[in-house]
């Protein structure tokens, strides 16, 4: 009986050599102890060093290496206790490569899931270089090291390892945005993917944008940069401030065309002051329509498109027709006032003798055609304030003729009028 007792002691010790050094040596002070000081230990590691070590040489730890090897191939070692790939699915390269320890410590770890680093980001960036130092504006979870907020780390049914598609994954965080959907009209890059105007890591530009607006918006509106190159006048704004974005949502909208606001309303979030530059002065639009008590019916019941053209224009003024520019116009062509006479009767100008045409007459004569048919016939503008006046007939106050504000000094009567403008003196016409 005692020798039979030896005997399995003998085989024991032999046939389990890893196991007795494991629980007397391995984790013993001055070896491998600093592994079980940490945070959060490899279940494995609680189980045995010989979960996944062999011993093949007996003089460790006096030898030089290469006492013991993986008891399989590091490629599938971990699969025996964590789930293999999934074909069907994309997969971190790392991953399917069975590369886990490039991301995780086999024994333990200060960090969750036994990670290398406590900032996820570090450690994806020994691999990924997504981040551009010399861009200026980061999406948060990049900068701060949180890949994991949009990434999956092992597999996905998605692109990129993503947890979910655009847009729903970016909706995760940007709930508001997810409203826009339920809008009558949707950017159709909006539908689909938020990666088609931003980047998700970072940029040079605000809001993650890839390229400065207008190009971004011209990478799909070309038949509009091809507008601008030939226009002779661009409105201004498409080349400054927000540019696109200062009249169209860029995700959706209430209107047909992705405008912020309806009719001249959105065109009054700008022009509601007065806008100067070394060649000409803008007056406040807003103020004269609102203040008049004859605003121009184009204007007050009409849009400003009615008269303008929104993004550019082969007339001064974006206006959407032809219209003399200047003080003066040569002949009563109506040709050249083709804007006026989108909604006004052209006979107005052209009869020299009128009883019906036109009430701007003395008797039988045509006064407009009397003041514009000459070489040196007179612009509409030098009488009328073209928006709105508060008097009858959108007879101006005063007009600018060069530097001076001309006045006009017009007086309504029950038959006709009179004016004493600063080009002629007083006077009277009766119908």
């Known amino acids: 009986m005692k020798l039979q007792i030896i005997l399995v002691i003998l085989l024991t010790i032999i046939a389990y050599p890893l196991k007795a050094q494991s629980e007397q040596n391995c984790l013993s002070a001055g070896c491998h102890d600093t ?10 590691l609680e189980d045995g060093c010989e979960s996944c070590h062999d011993q093949i040489s007996q003089n460790h730890p006096k030898g030089k290496g290469n006492e013991f090897k993986l008891t399989e191939d590091k490629s599938e070692l971990c699969f025996d206790c964590h789930d293999e790939p999934d074909e069907k699915l994309m997969t971190h390269e790392a991953f399917a490569g069975g590369e886990c320890i490039s991301c995780h410590s086999p024994h333990s770890s200060n960090n969750p899931s036994l990670l290398k680093s406590g900032n996820v980001g570090e450690l994806c ?3 990924h270089d997504v981040i551009n130092k010399e861009n200026m504006v980061k999406h948060g979870p990049a900068v701060s090291g949180q890949c994991n907020v949009c990434h ?27 409203e826009m959907l339920k ?25 993650l944008v890839k390229e400065a607006i207008p190009n971004l918006c011209l990478e799909c509106h070309d038949d509009m940069g091809e507008e601008f190159k030939s226009a002779k006048v661009v409105h201004k704004i498409i080349n400054q401030d927000k540019s696109c ?4 949502s860029p995700h959706a909208s209430k209107t047909e065309t992705l405008l912020l606001k309806e009719g001249k309303d959105l065109c009054f979030s700008c022009h509601n002051k007065e806008y100067k530059d070394e060649d000409r ?12 008590k004859y605003p121009h019916e184009a204007v007050a019941d009409g849009d400003c498109t009615d008269c303008h053209f929104p993004h550019s ?13 200047g ?22 100008l052209k009869l020299e003798k009128t009883t019906s045409a036109t009430n701007f007459r003395n008797g039988n004569i045509n006064l407009h055609y009397l003041h514009i048919s000459k070489n040196k016939g007179r612009n509409c503008t030098l009488c009328h304030n073209i928006h709105g006046s508060n008097n009858p007939h959108i007879i101006a106050d005063k007009v600018q003729f060069g530097k001076w504000q001309m006045p006009l000094n017009y007086k309504a009567t029950e038959n006709g009028g009179s004016c004493a403008p600063g080009c002629h003196g007083k006077l009277k016409y009766t119908r």
């Open 245 to 248: 974005t200062s009249c169209h």
């Open 313 to 325: 224009s082969n007339n001064f003024y974006l206006l959407n027709s032809k219209f003399p520019f």
């Open 281 to 292: 002065t803008l007056a406040n639009i807003y103020k004269i329509v609102t203040e008049s």
């Open 35 to 44: 592994f079980m000081k940490a945070k959060n230990i490899h279940p494995a």
């Open 327 to 348: 003080n003066y116009v040569k002949g009563a062509d109506p040709k050249n006032f083709s804007l006026c006479f989108e909604c006004h009767e052209s006979d107005a």
């Open 152 to 178: 999956e780390p092992h597999q996905s049914a998605n692109t990129a390892l993503l947890k979910e598609e655009p847009p729903q994954l970016c909706f995760n965080c940007h709930e508001s945005n997810k």
């Open 183 to 207: 809008l009558p009209t949707v950017h159709g890059a909006y539908e689909g993917s938020c990666t088609e105007c931003h980047n998700p890591h970072d940029s040079k530009y605000e809001f």
């Open 125 to 127: 960036a020994k691999c």
